[in-house]
């Protein structure tokens, strides 16, 4: 997917310009013949799936190839130097500020004395890996082709919120089944498989147990859980090419209604890739940390 340039004047500076400007973007080329960005927007979420939806949709259209960013300083600090001439990557982060409690409250309990305050955001700047040049860093530990004890961690993930999973053949010719609180797997499907089916499952379990499910259709659902397995599989190092042309169905001239689609697959995948694996937290500092959440 190219990038698409925006003027200095127009940047969005809010959470809500962030993503309308992107999903308008993102709509544009849907309508001019590049199906494509959809599929390339959902990799990149698999890339930052702990960066707020806002940020995963900028980082997406300014270098939809990045893998691993991190401001000037924290690369300085790991022994990595940004290229000369080397454009940063604009995302949104938020500005925090200290509300002092009364003196009453504080003399109450010590240890409550201020509480952290939005008071807006502000532009800020991170390269990705590509962009820089230095030390070798470690490498990020990936699954290609089998997702490992994946499976076991997210049944174990799925029975703590009360969802329990189990195998069956009497399902066939379905993969996988949820039916709200418990989820079927179709036995002697690949490992591989087996993990993308409890993907989707799990995707319907988290995504369409609500009153949200009344207001969609059951191609915008089915396609929601498969948008979810792609996310994680390509997180974990899973290949998932097949289903990618399907994504298009998300979109129906309705931009309010693509942008909800996207947002909930990527808070749906961010749910399940931290409990497969905690997020890597060396490589960007408090500040940056803060910046996923604008």
């Given at each position: 997917?190219?990038?698409?340039?925006?003027?200095?004047s127009?940047?969005?500076?809010?959470?809500?310009e962030?993503?309308?400007?992107?999903?308008k973007?993102?709509?544009?080329?849907?309508?001019?013949?590049?199906?494509?960005?959809?599929?390339?927007?959902?990799?990149?979420?698999?890339r930052?799936h702990n960066?707020?939806?806002g940020?995963?949709?900028?980082?997406a259209?300014?270098m939809?190839?990045?893998?691993?960013?991190a401001?000037?300083?924290?690369?300085?600090?790991?022994?990595?130097?940004?290229?000369?001439?080397q454009?940063?990557?604009?995302i949104?982060?938020?500005?925090?500020?200290?509300?002092?409690k009364?003196?009453?409250?504080?003399?109450?309990?010590?240890?409550?004395?201020n509480?952290?305050?939005?008071l807006?955001?502000?532009?800020?700047?991170v390269f990705?890996i590509?962009?820089?040049?230095g030390v070798e860093?470690?490498?990020?530990?990936q699954?290609?082709?089998d997702?490992?004890?994946?499976?076991?961690?997210?049944?174990a993930?799925?029975?703590?919120?009360?969802?329990?999973?189990?195998?069956?053949a009497?399902?066939?010719?379905?993969l996988?089944m949820?039916?709200?609180g418990?989820i079927a797997?179709?036995p002697?499907q690949?490992?591989?498989?087996?993990?993308?089916?409890l993907?989707?499952?799990?995707?319907?379990?988290?995504?369409?147990?609500?009153?949200?499910r009344?207001a969609?259709?059951k191609i915008?659902?089915?396609?929601?859980?498969?948008?979810?397995?792609?996310?994680?599989?390509?997180?974990?190092?899973?290949?998932?090419?097949?289903?990618?042309?399907?994504y298009?169905?998300?979109y129906h001239g309705?931009?309010?209604l693509?942008a909800?689609?996207?947002?909930?697959?990527?808070?749906?995948?961010?749910?399940?890739?931290?409990?497969?694996?905690p997020?890597?937290?060396?490589?960007?500092?408090?500040?940056?940390?803060e910046?996923?959440?604008?």
């Amino acid at each position: 997917m190219n990038t698409i340039a925006i003027t200095e004047s127009k940047k969005p500076n809010t959470k809500q310009e962030l993503i309308a400007t992107n999903v308008k973007l993102l709509i544009e080329q849907l309508e001019a013949g590049h199906s494509e960005a959809l599929t390339t927007y959902l990799t990149v979420m698999s890339r930052f799936h702990n960066y707020s939806f806002g940020n995963v949709l900028e980082i997406a259209r300014q270098m939809p190839s990045a893998t691993r960013v991190a401001g000037f300083w924290t690369w300085k600090s790991l022994g990595r130097f940004v290229k000369a001439g080397q454009k940063g990557i604009r995302i949104l982060a938020p500005i925090v500020g200290v509300r002092r409690k009364k003196d009453e409250v504080a003399q109450k309990d010590i240890t409550k004395q201020n509480e952290r305050v939005l008071l807006g955001f502000r532009n800020a700047y991170v390269f990705d890996i590509s962009q820089t040049e230095g030390v070798e860093l470690p490498c990020l530990r990936q699954v290609t082709g089998d997702p490992g004890e994946n499976i076991e961690r997210l049944t174990a993930f799925l029975n703590s919120r009360g969802i329990s999973v189990s195998y069956s053949a009497n399902i066939a010719p379905a993969l996988g089944m949820s039916y709200g609180g418990r989820i079927a797997i179709l036995p002697g499907q690949s490992k591989a498989e087996t993990f993308a089916t409890l993907v989707h499952e799990a995707g319907h379990e988290l995504l369409h147990r609500s009153e949200r499910r009344t207001a969609t259709t059951k191609i915008v659902r089915e396609t929601e859980a498969e948008a979810v397995a792609f996310v994680v599989g390509k997180a974990v190092g899973l290949v998932n090419e097949d289903s990618s042309a399907s994504y298009i169905q998300l979109y129906h001239g309705n931009a309010s209604l693509l942008a909800e689609s996207l947002e909930v697959i990527q808070q749906t995948a961010a749910v399940i890739l931290d409990a497969l694996e905690p997020p890597i937290s060396e490589e960007v500092t408090s500040e940056e940390l803060e910046a996923v959440a604008a």
